[in-house]
């Protein structure tokens, strides 16, 4: 994809967030949602572009998690717990995949790492998320940060 393409992309993601920003705002859940989805949609256009999102210096990962945590308090102030929880399990299993990628920077992925892991106890413990779930999630967890070497573990 040449610079000009992705670098739409990108501003178009920042437009539909801005916009659907306004729409959740004002209340209207239902239309905030549809423009998030949109938006997501557009920061996985980016991900698959990852080399020319760092030459171009495009916060690739910051967008894609960003359009999570929108999607996921959207889906909450809709009722809509479970999926609100997915959204925030989504943004951890996608930083853990990332984290086999070598353009990208491990100091970057431990940070938002550790945002996404909190963000997501936090909602659980807000939501009374049952043990299980949130245990499932901490193995996976574990298990991907050992394997990738983020942490020492016996």
Not at 24 to 50: C, M, P, T, W
Not at 55 to 74: D, E, H, W
Not at 123 to 152: G, P, R, S, Y
Request: glycine letters at 2%; a positive charge; hydrophobic letters at 35%.
């Amino acid at each position: 994809m040449n610079d000009s393409c992705i670098q739409h992309i990108e501003n178009h993601w920042k437009s539909l967030t801005v916009s659907n920003n306004e729409f959740f705002n004002q209340g209207h859940f239902e239309k905030a949602l549809s423009g998030y989805k949109d938006a997501l949609y557009r920061a996985e256009i980016l991900n698959n572009n990852v080399e020319d999102c760092l030459r171009l210096k495009i916060p690739f990962i910051q967008v894609y998690i960003i359009s999570c945590n929108n999607l996921a308090n959207t889906y909450e102030d809709l009722g809509k717990k479970e999926e609100a929880e997915n959204m925030l399990k989504r943004v951890v299993y996608y930083l853990l995949h990332l984290a086999v990628n070598p353009l990208v920077k491990p100091d970057e992925l431990q940070s938002e790492l550790r945002m996404a892991t909190l963000a997501y106890i936090r909602f659980a413990e807000k939501t009374h998320t049952k043990k299980d779930k949130q245990e499932q999630l901490f193995k996976v967890l574990k298990e991907q940060l050992k394997k990738n070497n983020f942490i020492k573990i016996n």
